[in-house]
């Protein structure tokens, strides 16, 4: 299995920015390959809806209500993604979900997985 933990969320003012970050590990030793990495977000009473994703060769992907103010990045080395939010709206409040789509091991099949959520609020 593969485990992911995000940090980074919290309360911050409108106009503020946070820099989300999200590392996956091995339940068992090192992790046999991840693909693509993301973020999702879920409002309270709303659906859980894409953010951003970036392909393990860079290629990234952004919903149309972030482009211009996230940076989606990560770090192959390391398993980690980052979510860089500049210019932040208090629509974007929300629950922030980290996932990856990997092989835990060479005898695993590729699956999703998810983190547990970070909360990130912004007031107005």
């Known amino acids: 299995q593969v485990q992911l933990v995000e940090s980074g969320g919290g309360l911050v003012q409108a106009g503020g920015s946070l820099r989300l970050s999200c590392a996956a590990s091995?339940?068992?030793?090192?992790?046999?390959?991840?693909?693509?990495m993301g973020w999702y977000r879920q409002a309270p009473g709303k659906q859980r809806e894409l953010v951003a994703t970036?392909?393990?060769?860079?290629?990234?992907n952004y919903a149309d209500s972030v482009k211009g103010r996230f940076t989606i990045s990560r770090d192959n080395a390391k398993n980690a993604v980052y979510l860089q939010m500049n210019s932040l709206k208090p629509e974007d409040t929300a629950v922030y979900y980290c996932n990856a789509v990997a092989r835990a091991t060479a005898q695993m099949g590729v699956r999703g997985y998810w983190g547990q959520g970070t909360q990130v609020t912004v007031s107005s």
């Open positions: 970036i392909t393990s060769g860079g290629s990234t």
């Open positions: 091995g339940t068992s030793g090192n992790i046999f390959s991840i693909g693509a």
